[in-house]
Structure formats: C-alpha cells, structure tokens
C-alpha cells in the first residue's frame, strides 16, 4: 500500500506532505483545488512502479514516467505540470515502505534525469483509475483515439479502464471476499455489464434479458465496471483503486451501497483513493468509520489555511470544509426561509 | 404585561401575555395526561407551537442507540405538535373547557403562518437538519390537514433562537 506521499509545485499544488495514508482514503475540495490532480499523480506513479521491470520491458523507468505524465495529464511537455509560479516540481511515494522520488524543471521535455527508485519489481498485481465518467459506451472511440490516431482527449485513466476491462478473465479461483463483493454488486445493479465477443459490444443483463448498453443507466454502466475488473482479475487484493467523484450519476442510495462495497474491497487489502464533492460520501465513510472503529484517512484542500490543505482521519470528525459548511448554510438558509414567512 | 418562560435551561421572551396560551400549564391537558408542547404564542404575524429541548439524538451516541432514539425523538416531538395543534383547534371551538386570551381569539387564523418550532439547546448546527428531515416527513399529514407549509417546521438551537430574539 502506499505509505505516504509528499508533492511540491505538482500543478496547482504548492505543497502536500500527506503521511497518514490508510486503506481507505478520501479527497475533498472545491474545483480546481488539486483533488484530481493529487489522484492522477499517485495514479501515475503507481503505473510507472507496475510497468517497470514487468515481464520482458525494457523500457526505462525514466521513459516509463515520461510516457504516464504526458499521456495522464495529456499536456504538450511535462515541464506545464509545473507550478507556473515555480521553477521545478517534485513527487515523492512510499510504497510498501520502499521510497521513490522524482524532479524535473519547467524546461524539461524529453527526460527526468532526477530520479531515487528503491522500489522491488511489481509483476502481477495492477491499480486502476475509474474517472468520473463511465466508459463501457465509449470503449471503441478511446481505443480509435488513443491507438489509432494517438491524439489527446481520452487521457491515460480512460485509455487504461478501456484496456483493463477487455482483459480476459484470468485463470484460477478467485479470492472469497471478492466474490462477496460480486455478489453485493450484482444486488446494486440488478444484473451484469457482459461484453460479447462476436459483437464486440458492451451489453448490459437482468435475468433473461439483454439491453445494449446505450439503453443502459450511467450509474449502473459505473458500477458495473468494479464487478468487471473483479470478475477478470484484473483487480487483486494488492490492487490500488483510484476513485474520482464516485458519486456521479449515482442516486444517494446507491452511493452508500457503493461505498459499503469499497469499504469490503479495502478490508479485502485494496487501498482506495477517491476524490469527492458529495455530501453523502463524506457522511457515509464517516459512518463507516465510526461503525467499524477504523481510520479513513482525508486530505481537505482549502484555500483559506496557510498550507491549503488539512489531514483528517473520519475515525475521529467530520471534517471542516466547504461542502459540510455549505450544507449548514443550506439549513440556515431554509430557517431564514421558514422565519422570514409571514 | 410581559412574560419570560424557562424551559430546557433556556429563558424564551419577554412575549406579552395577551398573546400566550402556556398550553402546558393547562389543567385540561394534565387531566387528560397527553404530551403536549411548551407554550403557544402569537409573536411577528405568526402562532407559533414551541418545543424546548435540552437533549436529542446526537451522532457521537453508540450507532444502535442512536437508531431507536432518533425514531423515539422524532415521534416523542411529532406526538407533542400533533396533539397541540388539536387541543387548540378544539380550544378555538370551544369543544374544551380551557380558553385562550381575547387577543388571541380575536386574531383571524385563517390566513397568518403556523409555525411548529423546536428549540434544541447546545445542539451543533450540523446535526439539526437530519430532524429537520424526519419531522416535516412524520408532520406531513398534519401539514395537509391544517394548510401549514412545512418549511414551517423549524429546528433551531438555542443560538440561532438568540439570534431571532426568542431568548431573553
């Protein structure tokens, strides 16, 4: 799992030393505070540590991270992921309690020569990024983007998920909690997402029936995707799953089904990351946390404190932030209404 | 003549008495052993049904407690503004031997605000609005039935009733 991870000047954050990572983890703030950001570098990082070393690569590891940067962030040079204020950026992961680092500066194109690995070879297990929109629909534009046409627009979270989930099923039993959490999902959804091969189309079964996945709810197609990636084997219990606004497209209820679901994967040894705006997936990992006396470790990207950003663990408070306080100024806002009725 | 009432540990007021029925203090609802709110008073162009509170359901309770107090409070409340909105109608109709003051008899109910307001002492803004919730579901029947909106059913702590200049 990873341990803890620092980043300075890594776009629009400044700095983040974030050392209480648990299993379960989530990240909260306004728009264009770093929240995704802060996912997609962990996530790169993490590809970068998977595809190093793999099987027969011989691809360099500063090769590697060039590749995930450009292609995760999707900009012209790696030297625009730097702070425009700054001159160079750094990242820094421990993972499994092994350390690596990197830096490079704002002119930097084709190479990171600053880079510490202490990282032991990763060959089976894989993490996965599910971006906020579902993708089962859009799996032969990506592919026709990325592979054919190599152009910028589905980043490296889509391009990745389109690839995980045609992976074929693996051989072997699956893990017993896995299948648990299969049998949870297939509750939510009422069905299963199947890909059928002569087609080559995603389509989506409840009971006898069979519904082509453009007819096919958003929030079902999203949550699908985990059963998918449990179901092939792609996920593992050593997998990291990052989460960016888990609750799109997904009514409340179903958000904390979800989330009981995530909460089995990471009792399963699956770290999670995810990135929210929601109300209702800060109060339900609250109440996780309390029911089960276990820490949810957060980060709070807020511009009003000097480091702009807080650590909090949900085992011990809700935390202070602009989506509670904003739920507060909604209820205040509806006594004022309830008051001022004459 | 002005008055103060002291419930929960709060002192609500100074209201004039012309225009308060201490709906609790009455001896037909002791008789009748119903539960029943605090006071009923009419205070800027709208009756209002008060309930003062100096406990609820709060999230740091144990998570099973918390579940059957909740539900219990929400009814306990609810059982309290249903019966004395009943006990006044039944008042203003004179099926019950308790009266109101002239003043308030002679306001025309017909068309001011009803508001049904809880008053929670020393409870966190955060946690009023779950109640909030649960009561204007469990009053919806006697919203209806008396035309109330039910963003007139407020839940308030005791600062934001200072705020209002319902504390003295």
Redesign the interface.
């Known amino acids: 799992m990873i341990n803890n991870v620092k980043l300075d000047n890594f776009g629009p954050i400044k700095h983040l030393d974030w050392q209480n990572i648990s299993n379960m983890n989530v990240i909260i703030g306004k728009n264009s505070t770093g929240k995704t950001f802060l996912l997609k570098s962990l996530y790169t990082a993490m590809k970068t540590i998977e595809e190093y070393r793999r099987g027969d690569n011989p691809k360099s590891l500063s090769d590697i991270l060039l590749d995930k940067l450009i292609w995760t962030f999707q900009t012209d040079t790696i030297g625009d992921l730097v702070n425009k204020e700054e001159n160079s950026l750094s990242f820094s992961m421990d993972f499994k309690n092994q350390h690596w680092n990197y830096s490079f500066g704002k002119e930097t194109s084709k190479q990171i020569k600053s880079i510490e690995y202490h990282i032991d070879k990763r060959e089976i297990d894989n993490s996965i990024f599910l971006p906020a929109k579902e993708i089962t629909s859009l799996d032969k534009i990506i592919f026709d983007s990325r592979e054919n046409k190599q152009l910028f627009g589905f980043d490296n979270t889509y391009y990745d998920l389109a690839k995980a989930i045609r992976q074929s099923t693996q051989k072997g039993r699956n893990f017993p909690e896995f299948a648990k959490c299969r049998k949870s999902l297939k509750d939510i959804i009422e069905g299963r997402i199947e890909f059928d091969t002569k087609s080559e189309k995603w389509f989506y079964k409840k009971g006898n029936q069979k519904f082509s996945i453009g007819m096919t709810a958003e929030g079902i197609k999203k949550i699908a995707i985990i059963d998918i990636l449990l179901g092939n084997r792609y996920i593992t219990k050593d997998s990291v799953i990052f989460i960016d606004e888990p609750e799109s497209a997904l009514h409340p209820n179903a958000i904390s089904q979800f989330l009981e679901l995530l909460d089995e994967l990471s009792e399963a040894g699956i770290q999670i990351f995810m990135a929210t705006h929601s109300y209702f997936v800060i109060k339900k990992l609250y109440l996780i946390a309390q029911k089960e006396n276990k820490s949810i470790s957060g980060i709070s990207f807020d511009e009003r404190y000097d480091n702009k950003y807080t650590e909090f663990d949900l085992k011990d408070e809700m935390p202070k932030n602009s989506i509670i306080e904003e739920s507060i100024n909604l209820y205040k806002e509806e006594v004022e209404i309830g008051w001022g009725n004459e | 003549m002005n008055k103060i009432i002291s419930e929960s540990g709060m002192n609500f007021g100074p209201f004039d008495e012309k225009y308060l029925y201490e709906i609790e203090k009455s001896k037909m609802v002791q008789t009748l052993q119903i539960k029943i709110v605090e006071f009923i008073v009419y205070y800027?162009?709208?009756l209002i049904f008060l309930e003062a509170k100096s406990s609820s359901p709060e999230?740091n309770q144990a998570?099973s407690d918390r579940q059957c107090n909740f539900d219990d409070y929400i009814e306990n409340v609810s059982r309290k503004f249903i019966n004395s909105v009943n006990m006044f109608v039944s008042i203003c109709i004179k099926r019950n031997k308790d009266k109101i003051s002239t003043e308030l008899e002679r306001i025309d109910f017909s068309t001011i605000?009803i508001?049904l307001l809880l008053v929670i002492k020393d409870h966190k803004?955060?946690w009023?609005?779950p109640i909030?919730d649960a009561l204007k579901t469990r009053l919806n029947d006697l919203c209806k039935t008396f035309n109330i909106?039910p963003?007139?059913?407020?839940?308030?702590n005791d600062m934001?009733a200072k705020e209002?200049k319902l504390l003295a």
């Open positions: 800027k162009k709208s999230p998570l605000n508001k803004t955060e009023l609005s909030s909106n963003i007139n059913i407020l839940i308030i934001m209002k």
